[in-house]
């Protein structure tokens, strides 16, 4: 099977400021890519070129199967995308988002009804299907939202920042869902100023400066950068200043 996202120079500038400069790579199905960077190098404008929010300037980006500067509405269609900032609707309840935007995501009326009770089910909201999705604790809300990024079974899940402010319990439950959405071939592209979080990545790549200063496995990384985890190899290149611990 060919790559899900091939991009190839692309190019984002705003004025005579480059907020991403010339980044070229690949993301293979059902791959767990990490996508790092710290604030300000550029990586929250790539996404936003990859998910068809953003035209680029130059260069090139295919995500499932789609030119994202010929045909952004169908790169939409065929991904998913979950926020850093809970990106439900809190005064609705659990069945209402569900099949909401099941409906957005272009489900038939049937498909929605089958949906909406697999999600209700496979997260063990049959309880709370009723209730408002504001009332719900926020790692459970974070589930919700990943479960309703994949309704519509797309071929990429973009995760930005998808366990930011949860207890570390509910990281480690929601990242083994990312590993099952992998499984079944879905490719997930995740960014996360968690460095523990890289080491879980098949691939991770670090934007400094607009660039993308580092792609490889963490294992790799690790070596290249004769780094002890992550955390050092990001600082090394992104932070040098900076002690280990969260990345801001």
């Known amino acids: 099977m060919g790559n899900v996202i091939q991009v190839q120079a692309l190019t984002r500038t705003f004025g005579d400021f480059t907020a991403v400069n010339r980044i070229s790579f690949e993301v293979r199905p059902g791959e767990i890519f990490g996508f790092l960077g710290a604030n300000g190098a550029g990586k929250t404008t790539a996404l936003k ?33 979950m926020s850093q900032r809970f990106s439900l609707y809190e005064d609705l309840t659990v069945r209402e988002n ?29 309880q709370q299907a009723g209730l408002l999705v504001r009332s719900l604790p926020l790692g459970w809300r974070q589930k919700l939202a990943f479960a309703v990024a994949q309704i519509h079974e797309p071929k990429v899940v973009f995760l930005d920042e998808p366990t930011s402010g949860v207890d570390p319990l509910t990281r480690r439950q929601f990242w083994e869902g990312i590993y099952e959405a992998s499984s079944r071939g879905i490719t997930l592209m995740v960014t996360t100023h968690y460095m523990e979080e890289a080491e879980y990545c098949h691939r991770v790549s670090i934007m400094v400066d607009g660039r993308i200063d580092a792609l490889d496995t963490p294992e790799a990384l690790r070596k290249q950068f004769k780094a002890g985890d992550m955390d050092e190899v990001f600082r090394k290149l992104a932070r040098p200043d900076q002690p280990v611990g969260h990345v801001d």
């Open 98 to 126: 569900i099949r909401f935007f099941g409906g957005i995501y272009g489900l038939s009326t049937g498909q929605l009804r089958e949906k909406t009770t697999q999600v209700i089910e496979q997260l063990g909201l049959e």
């Open 49 to 81: 070129m990859l998910t068809g929010l953003l035209m680029p300037s130059s260069g090139t980006a295919i995500v499932a199967g789609y030119d994202v500067a010929r045909y952004p509405e169908e790169v939409k269609r065929n991904i998913g995308y």
